[in-house]
C-alpha cells in the first residue's frame, strides 16, 4: 500500500548536475527522515544525505558543497539536486523514508561518463 517513486537518473557528463526525485504515497501516515543512500559497484550501500521532518540535515563527506537535499512535506516528496557530478558519483540511488517502519525506493541509476 506504501510506494517509493523516484525519478531523475540518467546519464551525465562529468561536472553536469541531476535532481532526483522521490515521493511516498499510499497508507503512510507519518514521515519522520526522508534521504537518499547509494551504492555502486563493489562497495557497500551508503547514506548520502538525510534530511529529518524539522529540517536536520545529514551529508556524506563526500558531497558537501555538491549535493543539496529538500523535502517538500505536504506532498511527502523529498529531492536531491547534485551538482559536479564526477565517476564517483556513479551508483544507484536509493530513497528511504523513516515513518512507523522503513520504506525503501526502487532505486535509479546514476551514471556520470563523458
Known amino acids: 500500500q506504501v510506494q517509493l517513486v523516484e525519478s531523475g537518473g540518467g546519464l551525465v557528463q562529468p561536472g553536469g548536475s541531476l535532481r532526483l526525485s522521490c515521493a511516498a504515497s499510499g497508507s503512510i501516515f507519518s514521515i519522520n527522515t526522508m534521504g537518499w543512500y547509494r551504492q555502486a559497484p563493489g562497495k557497500e550501500r551508503e547514506l548520502v544525505a538525510r534530511m529529518t521532518y524539522g529540517g536536520s540535515t545529514v551529508y556524506a563527506d563526500s558531497v558537501k558543497g555538491r549535493f543539496t537535499i529538500s523535502r517538500d512535506n505536504v506532498k511527502n516528496t523529498v529531492y536531491l539536486q547534485m551538482n559536479s557530478l564526477n565517476s564517483e558519483d556513479t551508483a544507484v540511488y536509493y530513497c528511504?523514508?523513516?515513518?512507523?517502519?522503513?520504506?525503501w525506493g526502487q532505486g535509479t541509476q546514476v551514471t556520470v561518463s563523458s
Open positions: 528511504n523514508v523513516v515513518s512507523s517502519r522503513l520504506y
